[in-house]
């Protein structure tokens, strides 16, 4: 159980377009999804906390604007990252929450971004 | 301030050997505590969790970690280290100032199993 996925797992895009990637809980119903990025050897960097239905909530520095999410469902999070440069190539990694006072989060296996 | 941290960047052990990764933690009130293991490349796995209740802690892989409150640790344990518990672990802690329950992370600690 608690099972998270990532689409696409890596992708490769040139520098000014847009990336799409999809966080999905495939076997409960997440109330909060969380997106972070890892840069390589560092710890998980928080960018935003999404809650269904509602805007998500954005870390300290991260740009709203250039990485957008939309959490529209109980089992859909997505994260696009708007004209992406190279200094936005990284692991990104999402996580769902089962809900609860005891909250645990799992993660999905991470999409590795290279913008050109 | 609230803050965990796991002062070994890498520990290595001898395959069969027990091992230790330690975590320290600093926050206000009751700590909910999490450990997580990353493989090369991958997202994270959930190993286990204190949050009330007996100190030592059973989790996935044959790993324990026992939280020691006076001490403000929760360090992960295996009795026999096996090659393939080579991984990434991160240590974590509920941020209780955050409605979401977010957490606030340890650096990470790099066990290396040696055959």
């Known amino acids: 159980g608690a099972v998270v996925s990532q689409h696409p797992s890596w992708v490769i895009c040139k520098s000014g377009t847009s990336v799409k990637i999809e966080c999905r809980s495939l076997?409960?119903?997440?109330?909060?999804m969380f997106w972070y990025r890892q840069f390589p050897k560092q710890s998980l960097m928080l960018m935003a906390t999404?809650?269904?239905?509602?805007?998500?909530?954005?870390e300290q520095g991260v740009e709203k604007d250039k990485f957008l999410i939309n959490h529209a469902s109980l089992t859909l999070s997505t994260l696009t990252v708007t004209s992406a440069h190279p200094e936005d190539s990284s692991f990104y990694i999402c996580?769902?929450?089962?809900?609860?006072?005891?909250?645990?989060?799992?993660f999905g296996p991470g999409t590795r971004l290279l913008v050109l | 301030a609230q803050s965990v941290a796991q002062p070994e960047d890498q520990v290595n052990v001898a395959e069969g050997n027990p091992l230790t990764v330690k975590c320290t933690y600093s926050?206000?009130?009751?700590?909910?505590l999490f450990w997580y293991v990353q493989y090369p490349n991958r997202g994270l796995q959930f190993l286990l969790k204190?949050?009330?209740?007996d100190n030592l802690v059973k989790g996935s892989y044959g790993f324990e970690a026992e939280f020691n409150k006076s001490q403000t640790s929760f360090h992960l344990k295996k009795p026999s280290a096996l090659v393939s518990d080579s991984a990434l672990y991160f240590c974590?802690?509920?941020?209780?100032?955050?409605?979401?329950?977010?957490?606030?992370w340890g650096a990470g600690t790099k066990l290396i199993i040696k055959p």
């Open positions: 974590a802690v509920r941020d209780i100032r955050r409605s979401n329950y977010q957490l606030i």
């Open positions: 996580s769902a929450g089962t809900g609860g006072g005891q909250e645990t989060q799992y």
């Open positions: 204190y949050i009330t209740g």
């Open positions: 926050v206000s009130g009751n700590p909910y």
């Open positions: 076997d409960f119903q997440a109330t909060t």
């Open positions: 999404s809650n269904e239905g509602s805007k998500a909530t954005y």
